[in-house]
């Protein structure tokens, strides 16, 4: 993996070879899989699978985490919540962000400035959230909640194109 330098942000990004790639290809279709059982997939040993694999990891290009169904722990109310704002968006933002029942927070253009993906363990809870917290917060104009009744497809699998 190489990096770049973009000149009008400033930031470095990662180019992604396509050994790394295929490295993340396994590791989505099964994040415990072995180094070993990687490596042959791949045509490297065990041991450079692991250090790319540490590479991509202490750069940020992947995370390798446990994702649970919020139903199987107890988490039975899951909304959207679009939110506009008055003034920075950013503030808004990062005051979502640290709140523990938000699990995204994405600024976007739009009909919304904000997409925030909450998950409660009951309607009362997700009443309260936005009551007394989300729609408190200064710049917050309106938040208009989507409740989840069921999810079809959540998926990690996009690949690295």
Do not use: N
């Not at 993340?24 to 450079?48: F, H, M, N, T």
């Not at 940020?60 to 988490?75: F, S």
């Not at 699990?103 to 009951?122: F, M």
Request: charged content about 25%; some cysteine; overall charge neutral.
């Amino acid at each position: 993996m190489t990096t770049v330098s973009d000149p009008t942000s400033g930031r470095t990004t990662p180019v992604l070879d396509d050994i790394s790639k295929r490295i993340i290809a396994q590791l989505q279709e099964d994040g415990r899989r072995p180094y070993a059982a990687i490596g042959k997939a791949v045509g490297l040993s065990e041991a450079a699978v692991r250090q790319r694999v540490q590479k991509l990891s202490d750069t940020g290009v992947i995370q390798i985490v446990a994702v649970t169904d919020p139903l199987q722990v107890g988490m039975f109310r899951q909304a959207m919540i679009g939110l506009t704002v008055d003034g920075q968006v950013q503030p808004v933002a990062d005051a979502l962000a640290a709140i523990d029942e938000v699990s995204y927070v994405v600024v976007c253009a739009g009909r919304y400035d904000i997409l925030a993906e909450v998950v409660c363990p009951d309607d009362e809870a997700l009443l309260e959230l936005v009551s007394t917290r989300i729609r408190a917060l200064a710049g917050v104009r309106h938040a208009e909640i989507m409740v989840y009744l069921k999810l079809r497809k959540q998926t990690y699998k996009w690949g690295t194109r």
